[in-house]
């Protein structure tokens, strides 16, 4: 089975603070994928790498940042947190052949709270 | 704005009824379209997806229907169980990386 776990569940941080969030999938997957999700927005994407040090921002990648140094782990990055960064993140993953399956895996979340 | 429109945003349906969500977009481009299933607590995880060049595609008691010309897409949950209470997300995509644009979502919940 595919497993994409994240490093916290529940976070708690103060508006200013660098946060950092770690994602690590098992599969080998080349694609990872960093979301937000809101009530009555769904899931938006914030960026997205498809190898290792590539990275492709999403829809709104504005006051975050990623890092990818190695294939199974990606990191999203709040340079300075903010309130309106509350939120759920989740993190996911898949094959780069996307003729075979543009399934995405994901990660259990993590839920974001900037005080 | 999102790019896939869908409703309704909450579904209240008896066990062994059926629950239908719809879902509409406008870029002609996209090429892939799933349905995502999330219980509290988790992820969401593939529950069944469809390509345009078929209208529709069943596993199970979950069907996908696909008008095309209409530029829509719905789920439909046959003989719904309580088990089938979670949130259910459509989505989109496009481009060879699998990025997904995704629906707002709706909350179902099947009464015993």
């Known amino acids: 089975d595919v497993k994409v776990t994240q490093s916290s569940r529940y976070l708690v941080k103060r508006t200013g603070e660098k946060v950092f969030l770690e994602c690590v999938q098992d599969?080998?997957?080349?694609?990872m994928f960093w979301y937000r999700q809101d009530p009555g927005l769904g899931l938006r994407l914030i960026y997205f790498?498809?190898?290792?040090?590539?990275?492709e921002k999403g829809d709104i990648p504005e006051g975050y940042s990623v890092s990818r140094e190695k294939k199974e782990r990606f990191s999203l990055i709040l340079e300075s947190a903010s309130t309106n960064q509350t939120s759920m993140y989740l993190c996911?993953?898949?094959?780069?052949?996307?003729?075979?399956?543009?399934?995405?895996?994901f990660g259990p979340g993590t839920r974001l709270t900037v005080t | 704005q999102q790019q896939v429109k869908q409703s309704p945003q909450s579904l209240i349906v008896q066990k062994g009824g059926i629950s239908i969500i719809n879902c509409a977009y406008e870029?002609?481009?996209?090429?892939?379209f799933p349905w995502y299933q999330q219980f509290p607590g988790k992820g969401p995880a593939l529950l069944i997806a469809?390509?345009?060049?078929?209208s529709e595609k069943k596993e199970g008691r979950f069907t996908i229907s696909f008008n095309k010309s209409a530029k829509q897409f719905s789920l439909h949950i046959m003989d719904s169980q309580p088990g089938d209470s979670a949130t259910y997300f459509c989505?989109?995509?496009?481009?060879?990386?699998?990025?997904?644009?995704f629906g707002a979502g709706t909350q179902v919940v099947v009464t015993p």
């Open positions: 996911a993953s898949s094959l780069s052949l996307a003729e075979i399956s543009y399934e995405q895996y």
């Open positions: 469809i390509r345009p060049d078929v």
């Open positions: 989505a989109a995509s496009t481009d060879s990386w699998g990025k997904l644009q």
């Open positions: 599969m080998d997957h080349e694609n």
């Open positions: 870029n002609t481009a996209f090429d892939y």
């Open positions: 790498s498809y190898d290792v040090k590539m990275k």
